[in-house]
């Protein structure tokens, strides 16, 4: 064994699984050196998932991301000569049609993703896995792409660790657990173990499900749980007896059964002569605390493989017989048969990047064995250039906020998303039920008495819509429609149309306590944000002026949108959303330490300031009405994107006029304490109140107007989004460099277009009202269009405009096809669309001065 070493570049705690190993390598690839890999157990692991994991990738998920990893790790697999590119089947049964459609939709995003899933018929799904019963199945999805990695991840493991340590620039210790983390001055430092210190700027925890107990080294938690997943093999069975593979059939998923099968090949081979059959728990999973795992001596087969118990299984175990009466034949090996542990989060993505309390502390934690090589990469792409392939905010450890990272919020959550692992189908709206209630504005107490339609979002309960605007739906009856799928009307209110169309007629109030309030203070207030932003917000902009602006990755990739108050000298206010809002603060925070502004304080007032939108023809002649001095509020002496502090009825607001409805008004931010004084103030005058989802998407897209993490995104720029500035400010900004180059093309690659569909009537005449990302095809050719950098077109957000009467969608479309009035076609459920270019860019449909729509 090598000597313990003092020191090292980078320590990864966790080297034995497949996350870890793939990191050491993806690091070694990017030029790193002097990398340690520790890990409690042996090298590869024998008591962590990977030692226990069944081994097969499926490419399709409605994540581009997550379809991003799972194919380059199948790839990558395959380059070792560690894959088995079988082929995989996901059935619905006779009678389950919301898992036939969630096929379909599975098709959708495949196209919009990049991956090649399509729907097969019973017969051809029978035809290519011999041992489901045709008859009851109505329909089947197959990935072609779908495999195994063979003969183990464990194996893939070994070589990499071999190959790194061959390299000289990995030292592994195995049996060598962190005892603790040495921290200073909020910066990682190095490593303590039992056989020594190991001095290191960065150390990354790739310890599957003891990461939490990692992370509580340094003071913080991981929003991710192991839990129980039940396994069983089935056998012998001789099938492929003497073909020395290590499967023969395609693998299967039953998702409505929330169950998988497969062969496991040759008698002879590593696993041979069985059949696999895994569940996971819909009812009542079984989760556990990582400091309730057993060590390695007390555990029967391995601290991450739990004894099973029948009643856990019965009824899904009857289920499966029903589909392949094989294993009925056959009768299960019970001593062989476990729980195996592996880890759900509580939003279902991992938990990846570097912590927001500990500089140079990195995580890479809940990745299952078909990310691992692509998180693998993903993670270090970001820690060499700070940037990644695709945009990772699904994933960035950054974007929970403390509220959910309470022991409770995780346990909930968790518990929550484990039973969705497999089954049901997840809307893409669909909202949590557990942990709900955690952040409540002061509006909210009327909201509820006004019948709210509540939705969630980073802890905040917000009203889509209300109940007592019900009588508006017989006013707007001709232009509120009735959307008679249930999946295209699941969480939606069709009062919010309503409300969205009295908001344009007199004025409204729309709740937006939600937004992540930052006070940035100190002498280096402006210089931080000045270079942060890429639109001028120090220097001669006047004290009073609201700035919309965006920060830039390094390579110029759009990474926050957000809007910055000047209220002093050397005090500014960030008004951010809540979905983006930590992660932005982490950002802001992580680039005032690199650029050593230590005289900079960045304060959390999300708390402590409630805001109302009050916006519409009538907005400000509804505020004159309650304002002590009415004359403040007219449009001379209260230009548009500045901040005034102002007294309604004694109420102190900060008021910002600004709009991303496109009606004149303004955002006013108040006090928790004075909050419900203002609703009602503003209620009694009859003001309406709107959803949320007014806001957030049907006025929003009818006005063209862009939303971080969906139409916003690092892998897209500025001038390809049409939000570049018309001038370039003299000042130095993170990104600039390449936000000049992008400047200096004479085309983009792409450019985000608004698209209006043009019939959205199914095959059944029903009409569509789609939710979820679509993908964007030429109708000349079928297939989705892709930009020259290898970007595939799909609807970034959709909604229906009930001002114009038409669905709605932003996408980027590759330069030669972003042409005003080109027709294209979207896929939703696997049936297309037609669908028109509207504006190449900014261009709203609907202008709210004239009250017309632009067709």
């Known amino acids: 064994m090598a000597q313990f070493p003092s020191h090292a570049d980078v320590v990864i705690i966790g080297l034995g699984g497949i996350v870890g190993a793939s990191l050491a390598h993806h690091l070694i690839e990017r030029g790193w050196t002097n990398i340690v890999g520790i890990d409690k157990s042996a090298v590869p692991t024998d008591i962590g998932s990977t030692a226990h994991a069944s081994d097969f990738c499926y490419m399709t998920s409605h994540d581009q991301l997550t379809c991003y990893t799972t194919m380059y790790s199948a790839d990558f697999y395959e380059r070792l000569g560690h894959y088995h590119r079988i082929g995989g089947i996901e059935v619905a049964r006779v009678g389950d049609d919301e898992r036939m459609n969630e096929l379909k939709r599975r098709v959708d995003s495949g196209k919009a993703y990049g991956t090649r899933a399509r729907m097969i018929s019973p017969a051809e799904a029978k035809e290519k896995m011999p041992l489901i019963e045709e008859e009851m199945i109505q329909g089947a999805m197959w990935d072609p792409d779908a495999g195994l990695v063979t003969p183990r991840s464990q194996t893939v493991v070994g070589e990499l660790i071999n190959t790194a340590e061959q390299s000289g620039k990995l030292s592994v210790f195995a049996n060598t657990p962190a005892t603790d983390l040495e921290i200073r001055d909020g910066r990682i430092v190095g490593v303590h173990t039992h056989r020594g210190y190991i001095e290191a700027p960065y150390v990354v925890v790739c310890a599957g499900l003891w990461g939490r107990l990692i992370a509580e080294m340094a003071g913080e938690d991981l929003p991710v749980m192991p839990v129980d997943h039940p396994l069983l093999w089935f056998g012998p069975y001789d099938e492929f ?65 739990r004894d099973l118990e029948m009643e856990q299984i019965i009824e899904p175990l009857e289920r499966a017989i029903e589909l392949t009466p094989i294993l009925a034949e056959l009768g299960y090996d019970e001593k062989r048969s476990f729980n195996g542990l592996l880890q759900v989060t509580s939003d279902g993505g991992p938990s990846i990047g570097e912590s927001v309390e500990v500089r140079g502390l990195w995580y890479a934690v809940a990745v299952w064995v078909k990310d691992g090589p692509g998180i693998g990469k993903v993670l270090a792409d970001w820690m060499t250039d700070g940037v990644t392939e695709f945009d990772h905010h699904g994933i960035d450890v950054a974007r929970f906020y403390p509220a959910q990272k309470t022991r409770h919020y995780i346990q909930e959550r968790c518990f929550e998303s484990a039973f969705k692992i497999y089954n049901p189908p997840v809307h893409p709206r669909e909202p949590y039920t557990a942990a709900r209630g955690l952040r409540r504005s002061p509006f909210w107490p009327r909201e509820k008495e006004l019948g709210g339609h509540f939705m969630e979002l980073a802890g905040w309960e917000r009203a889509h819509g209300y109940a007592c605007n019900e009588h508006l739906l017989e006013k707007y009856a001709d232009r509120v429609p009735v959307r008679a799928n249930e999946w295209d009307n699941r969480h939606f ?14 004025v409204g109030m729309i709740n937006l306590s939600h937004f992540a309030v930052y006070d940035v203070t100190g002498p280096g207030a402006e210089p931080l944000l000045e270079y942060l932003s890429v639109a001028k917000v120090g220097g001669d902009t006047p004290i009073g002026k609201g700035v919309y602006t965006h920060f830039l990755d390094g390579h110029g990739g759009v990474r926050a949108d957000l809007t910055v108050l000047r209220l002093g000298p050397s005090h500014y206010r960030v008004i951010d959303g809540a979905d983006a809002g930590n992660r932005d603060m982490a950002w802001m925070k992580r680039i005032a330490d690199e650029r050593g502004h230590d005289d900079v304080h960045i304060q959390d007032l999300s708390d402590h300031w409630a805001c109302l939108g009050v916006w519409g023809p009538q907005a400000r002649a509804t505020l004159q009405r309650i304002a002590d001095r009415p004359e403040q509020w007219d449009l001379d002496a209260f230009p548009f994107a500045h901040v005034r502090t102002l007294t309604l009825q004694g109420i102190p607001v900060t008021a910002f006029r600004i709009s991303y409805v496109g009606e004149q008004g303004w955002e006013l931010h108040v006090p928790f304490s004075h909050g419900l004084a203002l609703w009602d103030a503003l209620f009694d005058l009859g003001v309406t109140p709107v959803g949320i989802e007014t806001y957030a998407n049907s006025r929003r897209l009818e006005k063209s107007l862009r939303l971080q993490n969906a139409d916003l995104l690092t892998h897209y720029n500025l001038y390809e989004a049409g939000l570049a500035r018309p001038k370039v400010k003299a000042a130095e900004f993170h990104g600039k460099a390449a936000y000049l180059e992008q400047r ?83 896929e939703y459920f696997n049936e297309p669309y037609p669908v028109r270019v509207e504006a190449v860019g900014y261009g709203a449909l609907y202008d709210p001065e004239s009250a017309l729509p632009r067709s």
């Open 241 to 305: 007896a003497g073909s020395g593979k290590e499967i023969g059939y395609p693998l299967l998923r039953d998702q409505g059964n929330s169950a998988y099968l497969r062969d496991t090949g040759d008698p002879a081979t590593t696993e041979g002569g069985q059949i696999e059959w895994g569940y996971y728990e819909e009812k009542a999973p079984r989760l556990v605390h990582p400091s309730d795992i057993l060590e390695k001596e007390q555990a029967r087969l391995s601290p991450s493989q």
């Open 493 to 506: 209110w069709r009062v919010s149309n309503a409300e969205h169309l009295a908001l344009s007629e007199s």
């Open 744 to 826: 200096e093309k004479d085309q983009q690659p792409a450019y985000l277009c608004t698209l209006t569909m043009l019939d959205n009537h199914d095959g059944e005449g029903v009409a569509r009202y789609p939710v979820g990302n679509c993908p964007i095809i030429d109708p000349a050719t079928g297939e989705v269009l892709i930009d020259a950098l290898g970007r595939r077109s799909y609807t970034t957000s959709i909604a229906f405009g009930p001002s114009i009467g038409k669905n709605i969608a932003l996408g980027y479309l590759p330069a030669a096809v972003a042409e005003v009035g080109k027709e294209l076609l979207i």
